[in-house]
């Protein structure tokens, strides 16, 4: 609990950085080598300017409330929240901006490409906002099952991940969405560089897409235990 990895070669070998708090950190983001944010269960959100060594905890309105965080810098980001709120801060979280998306669904992730705001929710639901998340509607549905993860590599076209692992694809901004894969391995997150993805599901299972999430091939078949 209160630790998060640390890698100084690519990944070959990690390192134990205690955030000095109890709590289980799930959502780790960096902007360099100095300045990053962790959130965690309850809804703690600690902030460092020193790669780790010091963290600072940043007090924010919806306390255990929040579930993911999106930032662009150092100073300006988002948090999702379970009672369908979010919030935004400009000033590296000292003051929040609260904005109500008028929906009652959890909001477990959130992205940003021009101005295009996107969110993942329970229920299948998926919301947009078209002025940088000032305000935001449902735009459809993606299955009826919760929304673990969204992206989109442009305002048209995105993936989301339900929790039995399907992914389903865009090519209209969110107004329709079609299943290309199905396999149920529990998913919990994916990740792109270009059109090459990765998707994490439980137990160690890794699939991989080299097509932007057209066609996805199982890398690693493992049977982890948690």
């Known amino acids: 609990s209160g630790l998060v990895l640390k890698s100084t070669n690519t990944g070959e070998t990690w390192q134990n950085v205690s955030i000095g ?7 780790v983001q960096f902007f360099d080598e100095a300045n990053g944010y962790v959130l965690g269960l309850g809804g703690k959100l600690f902030k460092t300017s020193n790669g780790g060594v010091n963290w600072t905890q940043i007090n924010i ?3 255990g409330d929040c579930f993911s965080m999106t930032f662009f810098g150092p100073q300006s980001g988002y948090l999702s929240a379970f009672s369908g709120k979010i919030l ?3 000033n590296g979280g000292v003051n929040w901006t609260e ?3 008028g929906r009652s669904a959890a909001i477990l992730k959130l992205t940003f490409t021009a101005g295009i705001g996107y969110g993942a929710c329970s229920g299948g ?3 947009k906002s078209t002025n940088d998340g000032q305000s935001w509607f449902l735009v459809s549905t993606a299955g009826s099952n919760v929304l673990r993860d969204i992206t989109f590599s442009d305002a048209q076209t995105g993936l989301v991940l339900d929790e039995n692992g399907k992914i389903y694809r865009t090519t209209n901004g969110g107004v329709n969405w079609t299943p290309v894969y199905t396999q149920n391995i529990k ?9 090459t993805g990765y998707q994490v599901g439980w137990g160690g299972r890794i699939n991989k897409t080299t097509n932007s999430g057209m066609n996805w091939n199982a890398i690693v078949n493992a049977n982890l235990q948690d």
């Open 88 to 90: 935004k801060t400009i």
């Open 99 to 101: 904005y109500n998306t």
């Open 21 to 27: 708090s109890p709590n289980a950190m799930w959502n």
């Open 125 to 127: 639901e998926v919301i």
């Open 61 to 63: 309105p919806l306390g």
């Open 187 to 195: 998913g919990t997150a994916f990740t792109f560089s270009g059109s």
